[in-house]
């Protein structure tokens, strides 16, 4: 369940009751009724908000098919638990930031920081990934090094993962539409067009990629 920030505790624990016996509803205040109403509320504001972007990535990747995409096997919803369970192919490398800041070490890698054959390499896959989106009408519109896992191998593979802001975009698409598109992603790798609330298309996708590059040669975070 999600509650709204500062949320009294005791308020909290009156909810919980009331979920599980519904007489406890009678012995809570009016300004207590106010609250839970307001939580019940944004309860049902964020199941649709989350309902919505796990819908949409899972459309998209069922219709993707690349080696530099995350892979979809298959997914279901278990109404008992309300979950929805998405099986992708493992990936076990980490993700880039990670390794390219040299964070952490999982074991599959060395922990000396990334030659440039790799850092090219990552670059050029990618790209290729990048392309194939662009290429069938969607824009990732979160593009990140977060949002990057690596395939352990000699060298590591990189693979475009998170698609819950993905979107269809037709090419075609009117100034208006483009307009109307939510504004999403990662604050250092947002193109100025989402920074100040323009329309925007796939050029953003391509700016937060040239943020993702620096970040790959520097080794910095775009923060830093």
Not at 78 to 83: C, F, G, L, R, S
């Amino acid at each position: 369940m999600f509650f709204p920030p500062n949320c009294p505790p005791e308020v909290l624990k009156k909810v919980i009751e009331s979920q599980n016996k519904q007489r406890q509803i009678n012995k809570i205040s009016d300004e207590e009724r106010s609250e839970i109403k307001k939580m019940n509320e944004y309860k049902k504001l964020m199941d649709e908000f989350h309902a919505k972007y796990i819908v949409s990535e899972i459309s998209i990747l069922k219709e993707t098919n690349h080696p530099n995409l995350l892979a979809y096997i298959a997914s279901c919803y278990k109404e008992a638990e309300e979950i929805v369970y998405i099986v992708t192919e493992l990936l076990s490398g980490g993700d880039l930031r990670e390794y390219v800041l040299n964070e952490s070490s999982n074991g599959n890698f060395p922990s000396k920081s990334p030659g440039w054959n790799f850092r090219t390499t990552v670059i050029k896959e990618l790209a290729s990934g990048l392309e194939y989106l662009h290429g069938n009408g969607l824009m990732h519109r979160d593009v990140k090094t977060d949002n990057v896992i690596l395939k352990p191998g000699v060298p590591p593979t990189a693979v475009w993962c998170d698609f819950g802001f993905a979107r269809k975009l037709e090419r075609t698409r009117s100034a208006q539409e483009l307009n109307r598109m939510t504004i999403c992603g990662t604050d250092e790798f947002m193109s100025p067009e989402l920074m100040f609330d323009m329309e925007y298309s796939f050029s953003s996708d391509i700016f937060s990629f040239g943020v993702l590059i620096a970040e790959v040669v520097s080794g910095k975070e775009p923060s830093n």
